[in-house]
T-cell receptor, first 116, second 113 residues
Framework: AQSVTQPDIHITVSEGASLELRCNYS??????LFWYVQSPGQGLQLLLK??????LVQGIKGFEAEFKRSQSSFNLRKPSVHWSDAAEYFC??????????????FGQGTILTVHP | NAGVTQTPKFQVLKTGQSMTLQCAQD?????MSWYRQDPGMGLRLIHY???????DQGEVPNGYNVSRSTTEDFPLRLLSAAPSQTSVYFC????????????FGSGTRLTVV
């Protein structure tokens, strides 16, 4: 079965600084990979997704992520963080094939705090 | 506005009570699912449906029932609430399972005392 690990429970950065949120997955084949963001009291919003092709994926709100098969990683990056980016971020993996389509396995989440 | 609507937003139940969490979408999505969110555990899949009349279990199905009589609605039933079911519940829908283009509802915060 697939699994996702987000090693950092809480990250604090200053506004304008760069950001990298880590995500490691475990799956025997090429996975579908996702990053979601959740603002307090809200549902989840998709930032970006990787299915195949170019391993550097661009998303909304200036975020990008890079799929590295050799490291089983899919880290999320942003070159300059804004105060409005403060939220909880979830990495998720989906599998391709058969009855497993559609099922997402989520990481534990990383809470991002942005200092002015 | 198009999207996924969950009701109620908040609910307090006593142990042993039953209730239904409602989920409706107006996007003609075939795939619908229920997740629960607990601190430090991310979201875990409870049940899902690939179309009207078809449902299946996810990772944590015990204590929950679902049905899908229409494309639009996917209610989640708690048969006999337990404190371990205190959680935030999210409904999500997608055009298809393979699409993975989920739209999430805003959640139902349930407390079982």
């Amino acid at each position: 079965a697939q699994s996702v690990t987000q090693p950092d429970i809480h990250i604090t950065v200053s506004e304008g600084a760069s950001l990298e949120l880590r995500c490691n997955y475990s799956y025997g084949a090429t996975p579908y990979l996702f990053w979601y963001v959740q603002s307090p009291g809200q549902g989840l919003q998709l930032l970006l997704k990787y299915f195949s092709g170019d391993t550097l994926v661009q998303g909304i709100k200036g975020f990008e992520a890079e799929f590295k098969r050799s490291q089983s990683s899919f880290n999320l990056r942003k070159p300059s963080v804004h105060w409005s980016d403060a939220a909880e971020y979830f990495c998720a993996v989906g599998v391709a094939g058969g009855t497993s389509y559609g099922k997402l396995t989520f990481g534990q989440g990383t809470i991002l705090t942005v200092h002015p | 506005n198009a999207g996924v609507t969950q009701t109620p937003k908040f609910q307090v139940l006593k142990t042993g009570q039953s209730m239904t969490l409602q989920c409706a979408q107006d996007m003609n999505h075939e795939y619908m699912s229920w997740y629960r969110q607990d601190p430090g555990m991310g979201l875990r899949l409870i049940h899902y449906s690939v179309g009207a009349g078809i449902t299946d279990q996810g990772e944590v199905p015990n204590g929950y029932n679902v049905s899908r009589s229409t494309t639009e609605d996917f209610p989640l039933r708690l048969l006999s609430a337990a404190p371990s079911q205190t959680s935030v519940y999210f409904c999500a829908s997608s055009y298809s399972a393979q699409n993975y283009g989920y739209t999430f509802g805003s959640g139902t915060r349930l407390t079982v005392v």
